[in-house]
């Protein structure tokens, strides 16, 4: 295999970055005094902003109206946003009279954010349902220019400085998504975009778990832990285990797991690190340990929820049923 390969395989990279970022974490070689917390938030800003750009660049005008759409964006909005919240809205306010109450603020910012941008290439890529991905995606990150700042505002509003919250939401989602636009005729190579976001998320996820203080108390891990399990492999598969019972077909189903499971941790690891202060430190705990058990997940999915044997088998087995 060459390097070109790894570089386009998101599981590897994803493995790979959680590798070096909890190598350089836990031998204290992150060099902090470099990258200084002001120093994270501005390249976390800017490269997450490149991202959503090139991102939603790749979805097309067509079949974006939500009013002749309206059962898919209904379905999009209620998996990707508030469904996915619930549960690490639900962690947040069971630790939140506890001694870890700061740490648990990142639970909050995860349950904020929408899902991946990527969910509508790994639809393509995964036979899903690609239309339905790309219309969902528009129109949930649309509506996040409204919901981020909303449920920060309820739940952290004393905490935090709201117009900057509102200022970093427009930053990293309102200008990628008016650029997006102008250049989704622009024709960029599959392998360069795969290679291009999978070195962003390696940045990413190692300016953020690299740079995390992790807590001695292993109870605190095992909370986030056990937060982040219930929200990917366990919500992913009851939306799988649930729309199969209903007949519903293999297309849907993996958009609507991606939408449900699979959140934009880039959101919340900028939204922390620009909106929360001194309290930063402490609820990337959270999203760190998040990021952590989202890899396993991403990884789950590849090699054994969406592997192309199964999804061969399910395929045909629709097609012959039809």
């Given amino acids: 295999m060459q390097v070109k390969d790894l570089l386009k395989s998101s599981a590897f990279m994803m493995s790979l970055a959680l590798i070096v970022a909890l190598l350089t974490n836990f031998t204290g070689i992150f060099p902090g005094d470099v990258l200084t917390s002001g120093r994270r938030a501005n390249i976390t800003v800017l490269f997450l902003a490149l991202m959503?750009?090139?991102?939603?660049?790749?979805?097309?005008?067509?079949?974006?109206?939500?009013?002749?759409?309206g059962r898919s964006v209904v379905r999009a909005v209620l998996l990707g946003l508030v469904i996915s919240s619930l549960i690490p809205l639900a962690g947040y306010y069971l630790l939140k009279g506890t001694a870890f109450a700061n740490e648990a603020?990142?639970?909050?910012?995860?349950?904020?954010?929408?899902?991946a941008a990527s969910v509508a290439p790994l639809s393509y890529i995964l036979n899903g349902d690609m239309e339905h991905a790309a219309r969902g995606t528009i129109i949930v990150y649309l509506v996040s220019l409204v919901w981020i700042p909303f449920i920060i505002w309820l739940t952290l509003g004393e905490f935090v400085d709201m117009t900057q919250v509102v200022i970093t939401v427009i930053e990293i989602i309102g200008v990628p998504l008016v650029l997006s636009r102008l250049i989704t005729k622009l024709n960029i190579s599959k392998d360069f975009m795969a290679i291009f976001m999978n070195c962003c998320i390696f940045l990413l996820v190692w300016l953020s778990v690299g740079s995390t203080l992790f807590p001695s108390d292993v109870g605190i891990l095992v909370a986030f832990v056990i937060v982040a399990a219930l929200r990917t492999f366990f919500?992913?598969?009851?939306?799988?285990?649930?729309?199969?019972?209903?007949?519903?077909?293999?297309?849907?189903?993996?958009?609507?797991?991606?939408?449900?499971?699979?959140?934009?941790k880039g959101i919340a690891i900028t939204m922390c690190i620009a909106t929360l202060g001194p309290l930063a430190a402490s609820a990337m705990v959270a999203i760190a340990t998040s990021i952590v058990v989202e890899i396993l997940w991403v990884i789950f999915m590849d090699s054994v929820l969406f592997n192309r044997k199964r999804m061969a088998r399910e395929l045909a087995a629709e097609g012959s049923a039809e």
């Fill in 105 to 115: 603020m990142g639970l909050i910012f995860i349950a904020a954010t929408p899902f």
């Fill in 235 to 264: 919500l992913g598969n009851v939306v799988e285990v649930t729309e199969k019972r209903m007949g519903i077909h293999w297309k849907q189903r993996v958009t609507d797991i991606l939408m449900t499971s699979y959140k934009n």
């Fill in 52 to 69: 959503m750009t090139l991102s939603l660049s790749r979805i097309p005008y067509r079949n974006l109206n939500p009013l002749t759409n």
